[in-house]
């Protein structure tokens, strides 16, 4: 209730100022994802598996979010503010006890060499992976496996960036933890770094994180290495047509002290067809060992190593209605063993079939 008032609140202040920011050379936006998804298994516990748009059979405002921004110049600092609510919120609060904050960080540039440099501090979305917490300007409203089990999501620290030459950048972070705002029971800093070059209409990106994460408690901490390189390759092909791929590697010790390791690839399609657009998007995870609790676990087999496979179907219907993105998709999951709650209480199964109706609105 706390934070609702508090986004309720911040949203009233920033539309008193509106008129005032714009004319202050500020950027002042937001914009709000709902959706309708039906799980086909009626799990009995309503919980879909899925990272934000999780609740089977409702209508759930995923994201409500307001923004102001304001580009760094040579002459003063700029800064990115962005609070939100919905059902990313809950799960950013819940995981990281960010409150509102989706990000929130100033921003000033620097000569570095005769090269200019930008510097932010404070909190930001992680630079790992393609997909973003929001849709952004994907063809896909449900997350990935890749997105929802192995990659950060949020750091709070320092980020910097500067262009190698016309073609190429390099972005260096140090953050509080491989993923989060708070480094808990830990004071081990985590670090990473994007390298990406643009050619043409296509782009490749090298990401990577590592850090010490705490898996034990503030009483009893178990500090223990986890790591993550990422790399996103996209291509516009033609006027109509994208391809764009996102793969990683994590590596690290969980709670028990032992070896892990997960790797994920997910492609992307998008065809656009009139003034729509037709997307296909597959995946394919895997553990290397059983125990490690990166991947759901097996409950009827928990020495088998997890699995899981995806494929997901969207359809953005561009002028269904004016000034809001209109997306249908149409989601097959395999876990390779039963994770899927089923129907009755206590089944699950090893696959789940979903359809999500979605609009996202921008202002």
């Not at 709670?255 to 597959?282: D, E, F, H, P, Q």
């Not at 089944?347 to 359809?355: I, L, R």
Request: proline content about 3%; charged content about 20%.
């Amino acid at each position: 209730m706390r934070t609702r008032l508090q986004f309720v609140l911040a949203a009233l202040g920033v539309a008193t100022l509106m008129p005032s920011a714009h004319a202050q050379g500020l950027t002042v936006g937001g914009q709000l994802e709902a959706n309708y998804t039906y799980n086909f298994n009626k799990p009995n516990t309503r919980n879909n598996t899925f990272l934000f748009n999780s609740t089977d059979g409702q209508f759930t405002v995923n994201l409500g979010e307001i923004s102001v921004r304001q580009a760094a110049s040579d002459e003063k600092a700029g800064f990115v503010l962005r609070l939100m609510t919905g059902r990313i919120q809950e799960y950013f609060n819940t995981r990281y006890g960010s409150d509102n904050i989706l990000e929130a960080y100033g921003s000033t540039k620097r000569d570095l060499g005769g090269k200019e440099m930008n510097l932010d501090f404070g909190q930001f979305v992680s630079h790992v992976g393609y997909e973003t917490p929001d849709m952004g300007n994907g063809n896909f409203f449900t997350k990935s496996f890749q997105r929802q089990y192995l990659q950060p999501f949020v750091n709070a620290g320092l980020r910097a960036s500067f262009a190698v030459d016309s073609k190429t950048s390099f972005t260096g972070v140090l953050a509080n933890r491989f993923d989060g705002v708070k480094a808990g029971a830990s004071r081990d800093l985590g670090a990473g770094f994007q390298l990406k070059r643009t050619s043409g209409d296509s782009s490749i990106a090298l990401n990577t994180m590592t850090a010490r994460e705490n898996l034990g408690t503030a009483a009893t901490p178990a500090n223990r290495a986890v790591n993550i390189a990422n790399i996103v390759y996209t291509n516009k092909v033609s006027d109509s047509t994208s391809v764009a791929l996102d793969a990683s590697i994590r590596s690290g010790k969980d709670a028990a002290n032992r070896s892990y390791n997960v790797s994920g690839i997910t492609g992307y399609l998008t065809k656009t067809i009139g003034t729509n657009v037709l997307g296909i998007r597959a995946e394919y995870l895997s553990q290397s060992n059983a125990t490690s609790a990166i991947l759901p676990q097996y409950a009827a087999d928990p020495t088998r190593k997890p699995t899981m496979t995806s494929i997901t179907a969207s359809y953005e219907l561009k002028g269904a209605f004016p000034g809001a993105r209109t997306i249908v998709e149409y989601r097959m999951d395999n876990a390779g063993g039963a994770i899927f709650p089923g129907e009755k209480a206590g089944s699950v199964k090893k696959d789940q079939s979903t359809v999500t109706f979605a609009q996202v609105f921008k202002f």
